[in-house]
Every structure is written in structure tokens, then in C-alpha cells.
T-cell receptor, first 112, second 111 residues
Framework: DQQVKQNSPSLSVQEGRISILNCDYT??????FLWYKKYPAEGPTFLIS?????DKNEDGRFTVFLNKSAKHLSLHIVPSQPGDSAVYFC???????????FGTGTRLTIIP | DAGITQSPRHKVTETGTPVTLRCHQT?????MYWYRQDPGHGLRLIHY???????DKGEVSDGYSVSRSKTEDFLLTLESATSSQTSVYFC??????????FGSGTRLTVV
């Protein structure tokens, strides 16, 4: 049972435009959400997170939005840059459980 | 990240042979995890540890065992490797509330 889903395996965006990556979850107990970025031959690295008490968190070009009623979160990257080309994973956890549940990932390609 | 290293980085092994992957951390972190990454499946938890000698199963633990005799080392063993265990394996440290730091991964090929 996939509790965290990323329904778009891949996404291509022109450089300078907005990239929007989506993630859905089914477990209503999740209260903390994270995005990781992964380059080839490297481990995933933390990008941005959001707690369930918020609906938006911003860090430079990256903004994560959380819609708890829809059990949906999204990552916005604006403007997109070639270095943003990577695989992005969303992840979720709930208070008291140290394990993260990851989505299947979305490969983002920024077209120069 | 220098705080967590995995060895080996690459390994090719034959079906039926035992294989041990090592994760070493210098952060003195209590929690350690082993994940595998496969196309279409993302990152799936194999086993995790919440302290020395304290380990538990993740969602894809069949065919794998782990050991943690020291805080800094978390070993993943494939008792008898199968082709379905060809994957990229990642070790991580951290907690759900603060996120994880991942190692660089081990690419394992079972032929």
C-alpha cells in the first residue's frame, strides 16, 4: 500500500519558468512532510519541509504548499534553473515515528 | 556528507552468495536506516535501528538482516543474494521530525 504517491514520474520545464511537483498521501496521521532532491550517483539531500500546522513554507526559490483536507502537497520552484534537474522525492512522517515514508519520485528536467 | 559513509560503493556478486554492506557514521546518531531505491518504487525501507542491538523490520525486509554492535556502524546482510536484490542501497541517519542525512549509496548487482 503506497501511502505517499507521486503520480508524475517525469516533468520537463523550460528554464526560467515555474516547476510544480505534486505529492499525495493517504495516511491522515502524517504531520510532517519533506522534499528531497537526488542527483545521479549521489544520496538524496534534504530540500525543504513543512509541518501540518502550516500550509506554506518558503526557502528562496523553493516553496512547499500543504493542503491537509486534500492530503496533497506540492513543491514550487521558481525560476527553474538547469541545476534543478534531478529526481525529487516527497516524504512524510508522524509524530513519535522516526521512520520516513517516501514517494516514488519525479524526475525533473529543466530545458535550457 | 562526510558524516556518513557507505562501503563498498559498487559491488557485483553471484546469485546465492552472501553480501554485507556497511554504513558508518560519525554523528553519534541513535537512529539509522537502510533503504533501497528501485525504478517505479522510490525509496523503500528495509530495516532500521534505534540503538545498539535494537533493530526492526521495514516494509521490504525479506531476504535481509542487519546488525548494529556499535553506534557508528550499521551492517546490512543479504544472506543469499538473488537477482531481485539488484538495487541501489542507501543508508541514512536522522529522525522523522528533522529529516535524514543519506550516504552516497551502494550499487549492488547480482548476476
Amino acid at each position: 500500500d503506497q501511502q505517499v504517491k507521486q503520480n508524475s514520474p517525469s516533468l520537463s520545464v523550460q528554464e526560467g519558468r515555474i516547476s510544480i511537483l505534486n505529492c499525495d498521501y493517504t495516511n491522515s496521521m502524517f504531520d510532517y512532510f519533506l522534499w528531497y532532491k537526488k542527483y545521479p550517483a549521489e544520496g538524496p539531500t534534504f530540500l525543504i519541509s513543512i509541518s501540518s500546522i502550516k500550509d506554506k513554507n518558503e526557502d528562496g526559490r523553493f516553496t512547499v504548499f500543504l493542503n491537509k483536507s486534500a492530503k496533497h502537497l506540492s513543491l514550487h520552484i521558481v525560476p527553474s534553473q538547469p541545476g534543478d534537474s534531478a529526481v525529487y522525492f516527497c516524504a512524510a512522517s508522524n509524530f513519535g515515528n522516526e521512520k520516513l515514508t517516501f514517494g516514488t519520485g519525479t524526475r525533473l528536467t529543466i530545458i535550457p | 556528507d562526510a558524516g556518513i559513509t557507505q562501503s563498498p560503493r559498487h559491488k557485483v556478486t553471484e546469485t546465492g552468495t552472501p553480501v554485507t554492506l556497511r554504513c558508518h557514521q560519525t554523528e553519534n546518531h541513535r537512529y539509522m536506516y537502510w533503504y533501497r531505491q528501485d525504478p517505479g518504487h522510490g525509496l523503500r525501507l528495509i530495516h532500521y535501528s534505534y540503538g545498539v542491538k535494537d533493530t526492526d523490520k521495514g516494509e521490504v525486509s525479506d531476504g535481509y538482516s542487519v546488525s548494529r554492535s556499535k553506534t557508528e556502524d550499521f551492517l546490512l546482510t543479504l544472506e543469499s543474494a538473488t537477482s531481485s536484490q539488484t538495487s541501489v542501497y542507501f543508508c541514512a541517519i536522522g529522525t522523522g521530525g528533522y529529516g535524514y542525512t543519506f550516504g552516497s549509496g551502494t550499487r549492488l548487482t547480482v548476476v
